[in-house]
């Protein structure tokens, strides 16, 4: 039986360490203050890179149509498994549970217990009436926090929302790279052995230098390929050629270095490597 490419050790150890460069990052914001402005999109923004480095590990493992389908279906069960774990004990989860009430009415158990014992309850029926007060304690707290319980599922079913219809749209992005993927494959292996000859074009240019000073940033702002086209910059394929070390206009280098002031330190089109 074949080995299946989407469990590659080396596939799967590259989405482990970009998804813990974002929970980590996720997790810097949260610690700085308590529900910032913007909470709803920082959420949202944290789960679609998390969907996105899946995304970018496993399309490395699409190499036919038949592994293409295993690719979205991999995809769409990543993305529910995180919107999944969001609300069972995530950011969406239930903010008063019964299970919240009754550890908060079990920490006076001391006092529950002496103010049983000291009633005049007969001692075969102290039992009872100890988990009957438990009981009326966690329904008072349920009462008493309903108005906010309601506001806060309404809060979570509006982001969830949000966050199924942007990861509809990363699943056909997706679909889409894995598409480019496969039509550059059956052109390169199409192409003339004479191509290799040809003198090199000038967006074939090398800039290595330029390519590693830009990983070097991405990897400083826990970026992948996508982000800078989230804050103003060049889209994903173009990032590619630049990490590829290709040549691209200097438009197109200014877009990025403005996208690069976003997070961290500012940075100037002559900060970016020429060669």
């Known amino acids: 039986m074949a080995a299946d490419p989407f469990s590659a050790r080396e596939i799967n150890d590259s989405i482990a360490e970009e998804v813990a460069r974002i929970h980590s990052v996720w997790l ?16 949202i923004e944290t789960f679609l890179k998390t969907l996105d480095a ?50 908060l009415v079990l920490s006076s158990w001391p006092i529950i217990k002496k103010m049983i014992e000291n009633s005049k309850v007969p001692v075969e029926q102290q039992e ?8 009326a304690e966690v329904d008072r707290l349920r009462q008493s926090t309903m108005q906010q ?3 806060h599922d309404t809060w979570r079913v509006s982001v969830l929302r949000t966050a199924e219809i942007l990861f509809e749209a990363r699943y056909k992005h997706w679909y889409a790279e894995a598409l480019k993927k496969l039509r ?4 390169d292996s199409d192409a003339s052995p004479k191509a290799s000859h040809l003198p090199k074009t000038e967006t074939e240019q090398s800039h290595p230098l330029r390519a590693k000073w830009l990983q070097e940033r991405l990897k400083e702002r826990a970026w992948n390929r996508n982000d800078p086209h989230r804050h103003g910059g060049p889209d994903a394929k173009t990032i590619d050629k630049i990490l590829d070390g290709k040549s691209v206009r200097e438009d197109v280098l200014e877009k990025l270095a403005k996208a690069l002031s976003n997070k961290n330190r500012a940075v100037n089109i002559l900060d970016i490597p020429t060669a």
Do not use: M
């Open 28 to 43: 810097e914001r949260c610690a700085k203050q308590n529900f910032p402005a913007g909470y709803e999109e920082t959420i």
């Open 128 to 135: 009872r009436a100890i988990e009957a007060h438990i009981e």
């Open 54 to 103: 899946h995304g970018e590990g496993y399309l490395k493992a699409v190499l036919d149509s038949e592994s293409l389908k295993v690719f979205c279906l991999t995809l769409r069960w990543v993305g529910s498994t995180i919107l999944g774990l969001a609300q069972k004990q995530g950011p969406l989860s239930n903010l008063f549970p019964d299970e919240r009430f009754r550890k």
């Open 184 to 187: 550059l494959q059956k052109t």
């Open 149 to 151: 319980a309601s506001d």
